[in-house]
């Protein structure tokens, strides 16, 4: 059982920054990858960034450059460094948490989402 909570969305303007945070609680043993998903209005969802346990990073070509995924082992939790934000960027952002067992069976789970508006 794992629970995911995400947190720091909100208004800010064109060229402006936030951090999201995802803090994870209960069942965090052998969590392989976590990622940062968003859908905007109208739109499906995709992925913006993974990390996995050994820290390698994964970022969609539109984030590329200025946006950071990183995470906290000790303190069960993954940041999103969201730097000049364009108006594209709005969406819902939904924490992503992985346990690989084999290559046909993984458990996968989501937390319930932060919204990111970015309007001038």
Request: with cysteine.
């Amino acid at each position: 059982q794992l629970q995911l909570v995400e947190s720091g969305g909100g208004l800010v303007q064109p060229g402006g920054s936030l951090r999201l945070s995802c803090a994870g609680s209960g069942n965090i043993f052998s969590i392989n990858v976590m990622g940062w998903y968003r859908q905007a209005p109208g739109k499906q969802r995709e992925l913006v960034a993974t990390i996995t346990n050994d820290g390698n990073t994964n970022y969609a070509d539109s984030v590329k450059g200025r946006f950071t995924i990183s995470r906290d082992n000790a303190k069960n939790t993954l940041y999103l460094q969201m730097n000049s934000l364009k108006p594209e960027d709005t969406a819902v952002y939904y924490c992503n948490a992985q346990r690989i067992y084999n290559a046909f069976f993984r458990d996968n789970y989501w937390g319930k989402g932060t919204l990111v508006t970015v309007s001038s």
